[in-house]
T-cell receptor
Framework: DAGITQSPRHKVTETGTPVTLRCHQTENHRYMYWYRQDPGHGLRLIHYSYGVKDTDKGEVSDGYSVSRSKTEDFLLTLESATSSQTSVYFC???????????FGQGTRLTVV | AQSVTQLDSQVPVFEEAPVELRCNYSSSVSVYLFWYVQYPNQGLQLLLKYLSGSTLVKGINGFEAEFNKSQTSFHLRKPSVHISDTAEYFCAVSAWDGGSQGNLIFGKGTKLSVKP
């Protein structure tokens, strides 16, 4: 299995609070991604990174920010959590574009 | 823009029967295609991939898929399913047009339910 660790695995937070999810990889892969998974929507890309300090928006980036200060870590921050951000969040990595991505185990976030 | 359509949201099938999960994609550039499987409360695991070469690709757990460029399809098949194949299956496309970073675009998933 690819070395990807997401933390925390589960979190319950209150509306309006900031939340940071962490993705840590040991594969030294260049590309890292954050997706959210919701019933009936599949996986949708939030943000991605193509190198240290190089990030860009995905399909559903509103309300989210990311940072990548080291190759191995990619952080996803919900600036002010809302109930619509209740979801399962997956981090993914790959070494080259147009190849398969490897996924973490996911973080289940509930905003109450 | 690239997109993926999985034509069935749920597929019930009896154990040892054959199954086909359908996937169509839309892209104006060369595509790279993937099928992933997700078991309950787990992440996504790669089943198989098409990058180039033979249009019939074989994956893990006895699954195979055929890339059909003229029909823009990449259907997943298994000749005889097991109870343990019960999971959600996702088709994905990566199509680098020189702009994006080759991100994977996913379909909405097909839940395969294998009944005894």
């Amino acid at each position: 299995d690819a070395g990807i660790t997401q933390s925390p695995r589960h979190k319950v937070t209150e509306t309006g609070t900031p939340v940071t999810l962490r993705c840590h990889q040991t594969e030294n892969h260049r590309y890292m991604y954050w997706y959210r998974q919701d019933p009936g929507h599949g996986l949708r890309l939030i943000h991605y990174s193509y190198g240290v300090k190089d990030t860009d928006k995905g399909e559903v980036s509103d309300g989210y920010s990311v940072s990548r200060s080291k190759t191995e870590d990619f952080l996803l921050t919900l600036e002010s959590a809302t109930s619509s951000q209740t979801s399962v969040y997956f981090c993914a990595i790959n070494g080259r574009i147009n190849t398969e991505a490897f996924f973490g185990q996911g973080t289940r976030l509930t905003v109450v | 823009a690239q997109s993926v359509t999985q034509l069935d949201s749920q597929v019930p099938v009896f154990e040892e029967a054959p199954v086909e999960l359908r996937c169509n994609y839309s892209s104006s550039v060369s595509v790279y295609l993937f099928w992933y499987v997700q078991y309950p409360n787990q992440g996504l695991q790669l089943l198989l991939k098409y990058l180039s070469g033979s249009t019939l690709v074989k994956g893990i757990n006895g699954f195979e898929a055929e890339f059909n460029k003229s029909q823009t399809s990449f259907h997943l098949r298994k000749p005889s399913v097991h109870i343990s194949d019960t999971a959600e299956y996702f088709c994905a496309v990566s199509a680098w047009d020189g702009g994006s970073q080759g991100n994977l675009i996913f379909g909405k998933g097909t839940k395969l339910s294998v009944k005894p």
